[in-house]
């Protein structure tokens, strides 16, 4: 501890002492904030208490006065435990009859145990996955930066074609519950007044259907993954996704014939210029730039969605080494950016308006153009990330990378 204890502890080693161990979100600066001026010593320090300023002194003073026995957690004061999973472990080992442990050759085994309080102050943050549906696919762009912002990181995006609703899959932290703050409460009004920047409150339904929905808790998440993404997701494996059985690292099958695909498009007689153009994002557009928590993709996105260009399809995947040359040939990517999209997720969105394929370079760099501070900002953005963008002005290549995806 600090010399600043060293007369409290003196005193304290005169006198009855109470120890006690508290856990809640925060719980240093609510704890501090309580006791600090409530407490005084009438031996004039400034306090009869000593406490913990980090989470390394709480373990070690935990450890010194307490066993791990005579812990225990009230579960009633716990009430976001329906946002975490449950207690789990890795065991490889087998019990012989004599009674002694042995490493086993049988695949690793997961089990869930009671986690004593000492040893979950040792255990390291678990990414969790929860999953966002909206129908706002008109703010795709806004969305997706507003998901950045909050350092969720997407591992899984497609749009069902039943509701053609856009649905997220984020990665985090606490992420059941961070999401649920990010999305903000039902009630619209209640999101307004007291939510102003929750994403209901931002993006607000015309209509009395709300246009989000989000897991609310752990378990939700577990089925509405199953049931948005029964392929997996685009992430690494974790002891949660091992134990609910979910895939991950999903790559698409890129069987590059039609007749393998379900894509239709839109044609509209009244609009004979309308057409679509398949985007693809490489790996390294959806990286987070170093000075600020935003992908360049999320960027692009929004720039292009600004352009009138309408979402039509989207999804997030990956690539195998024995795909791309196939992919190489439709998309005519030279080597070096090839091999960027190996084993690493990348975005593929299908936008549509009049003279999509043809002119989507022009069309970019002509709203670019204009003398305002956010257009300089656009062409700064397509002056460094254009040429990364993957698309072709050849309309019967374009129908041929949709049905490739989607």
């Not at 009430?79 to 690793?108: A, F, M, W």
């Not at 999903?250 to 004979?272: E, F, H, N």
Request: proline share 5%; aromatic share 10%.
């Amino acid at each position: 501890g600090s010399h600043q204890w060293k007369s409290d502890i003196q005193y304290l080693q005169t006198v009855p002492m109470i120890a006690v161990l508290v856990r809640a979100i925060n719980a240093f600066s609510i704890t501090k904030e309580l006791l600090n001026g409530n407490l005084r010593s009438k031996h004039g320090q400034d306090s009869t208490f000593i406490m913990s300023e980090t989470p390394e002194h709480a373990y070690k003073l935990a450890s010194l006065l307490f066993f791990e026995k005579e812990l225990y957690s009230d579960e009633i004061m716990r009430p976001k435990q329906l946002h975490l999973p449950p207690p789990r472990t890795h065991v490889n080992s087998i019990i012989s009859k004599e009674g002694r442990h042995h490493l086993s050759d049988l695949p690793e085994r997961l089990v869930y145990q009671s986690e004593g309080i000492l040893k979950s102050m040792l255990a390291p943050p678990r990414l969790l996955s929860s999953i966002l549906v909206t129908s706002q696919v008109q703010h795709f762009g806004k969305i997706f930066k507003r998901i950045e912002q909050e350092e969720f990181t997407v591992v899984g995006l497609r749009i069902t074609r039943d509701s053609d609703a856009l649905v997220f899959c984020v990665q985090a932290e606490n992420a059941i519950y961070k999401l649920l703050q990010l999305v903000g409460p039902k009630d619209p009004r209640d999101a307004k007044i007291n939510f102003q920047f929750s994403l209901r409150a931002s993006f607000p339904s015309t209509s009395s259907t709300d246009n989000f929905y989000v897991s609310e808790t752990y378990a939700d998440s577990v089925l509405d993954i199953k049931k948005y993404f029964p392929e997996g997701l685009c992430c690494a494996n974790t002891l949660d996704l091992q134990a609910e059985g979910i895939a991950h690292s999903y790559v698409d099958p890129l069987p590059l014939t039609a007749s393998q695909r379900s894509y239709t498009s839109r044609p509209d007689i009244r609009k004979p210029l309308l057409q679509n153009v398949c985007v693809v994002f490489p790996p390294d557009l959806l990286r987070f730039a170093k000075h600020i928590r935003l992908s360049p993709a999320s960027k692009l996105i929004t720039l292009i969605q600004s352009c009138q260009f309408e979402v039509i399809n989207a999804k997030l995947l990956r690539i195998q080494t024995n795909q791309i040359p196939s992919f190489r040939k439709l998309f005519k990517v030279h080597y070096e950016l090839s091999q960027t999209f190996v084993n690493r997720p990348c975005l593929v969105i299908v936008f549509q308006r009049e003279n999509a394929a043809s002119c989507f370079t022009q069309i970019l760099r002509g709203f670019s153009n204009t003398n305002n501070k956010t257009s300089l900002n656009n062409k700064d953005l397509l002056d460094s990330y254009e040429h990364m963008m993957l698309h072709s002005t050849n309309k019967n290549l374009v129908h041929e990378q949709n049905q490739v995806f989607f």
